[in-house]
């Protein structure tokens, strides 16, 4: 059963209709260099960590939110996560600590959005430790899949095609943002 859940975890992040959390790891990831991968680990298990909390607490009912305001509030943190990559710049030393923060907070977010979708694969589960196991394990590995691949973009635009790292933050940074406005346009009319 734990391999069910761990497959529909890693096809759930990597399906197009979670498209909205691919572009939030993308701008998580915008303003880091391929060499930074320590540091984005932290940040995509900081927020694997927070949605995981969620949706755990969602799965219980112990809490529980509009779904058209959990829609909205996930393209919010896209838009918050971009222009902070292109406002702040932070020191070398210091720059993953307050997204640290972020991504945990991010992800609290973001675990409501995945807990209906959760909920209806349980079902009548007896219990709910293995199954959201599984689940938030394949998430972490299908967005660690994600990550990857924009380590490996990121790469060879900066490092092969010599394109300064702050050109890539501006320009994935901006295309983050512009999506997350588009998608709060979308979601501001289902409310």
């Known amino acids: 059963m734990f391999q069910v859940y761990l497959r529909l975890g890693i096809d759930h992040i990597l399906n197009i209709s979670a498209f909205d959390h ?26 694997t960590l927070g949605h995981s909390i969620t949706l755990a607490m969602s799965s ?21 996560t971009a222009i902070q990559n292109l406002i702040v710049k932070p020191k070398p030393d210091q720059r993953w600590r307050p997204n640290y923060f972020l991504a945990l907070f991010f992800g ?13 694969l349980l079902g009548r589960e007896a ?8 689940f938030n394990l394949g998430v972490e ?8 691949c924009i380590m490996i973009l990121n790469y060879m635009v900066v490092s092969v095609g010599k394109v300064k790292q702050s050109k890539w933050n501006l320009i994935v ?9 588009y998608m709060i346009v979308q979601r501001i009319r289902l409310l």
């Open 22 to 47: 691919i572009v939030f790891i993308i701008a998580l990831c915008a303003m880091y260099a391929a060499t930074d991968w320590k540091r984005i680990l932290i940040l995509v298990t900081a927020f």
């Open 60 to 80: 219980l009912n112990i809490i529980s939110l509009k779904p058209e305001l959990v829609e909205l509030l996930i393209p919010i943190t896209i838009l918050i």
């Open 108 to 120: 609290f977010i973001h675990g409501m959005g995945f807990s209906n979708y959760f909920k209806a």
């Open 127 to 134: 219990s709910i430790v293995l199954p959201l196991f599984g």
């Open 141 to 148: 590995i299908g967005q660690l899949c994600i990550v990857a």
């Open 173 to 181: 940074s901006t295309l983050a943002a512009i999506l997350a406005v």
